[in-house]
Nanobody
Framework: VQLQASGGGLVQPGGSLRLSCAASGFILNRYSMSWFRQAPGNQRELVALIGSSGITDYADSVKGRFTVSRDSAKKTVYLQMNSLKPEDTAIYYC?????????WGQGTQVTVSS
């Protein structure tokens, strides 16, 4: 089982990034997939969630700016991040959940700075 997150980097305020989370070793469609982030000194927080049915949910701080989606054929979940702000700077992690089973990816750094 593996979750490989990628797509992070340095971007100016107002810019965009798309994170990817490639899954292998399990049936992606059965799982709810979520993105979390953790900034230095802060707890890890939920950013976005997409259920196995496709229903999505977002933290209030990113609503209207971030979009989570999944491509089952590619076994990949995406987080499109627009209108980025300095406070979005964090390590972003993807997570797969099915009942009590949880898998975490390794994280990808997003830095929003001018």
């Amino acid at each position: 089982v593996q979750l490989q997150a990628s797509g992070g980097g340095l971007v100016q305020p107002g810019g965009s990034l798309r994170l990817s989370c490639a899954a292998s070793g399990f049936i992606l469609n059965r799982y709810s997939m979520s993105w979390f982030r953790q900034a230095p000194g802060n707890q890890r927080e939920l950013v976005a969630l997409i259920g196995s049915s496709g229903i999505t949910d977002y933290a209030d701080s990113v609503k209207g700016r971030f979009t989570v989606s999944r491509d089952s054929a590619k076994k990949t979940v995406y987080l499109q991040m627009n209108s980025l702000k300095p406070e979005d700077t964090a390590i972003y992690y993807c997570k797969a959940t099915w009942g009590t089973v949880n898998y975490w990816g390794q994280g990808t750094q997003v830095t929003v700075s001018s």
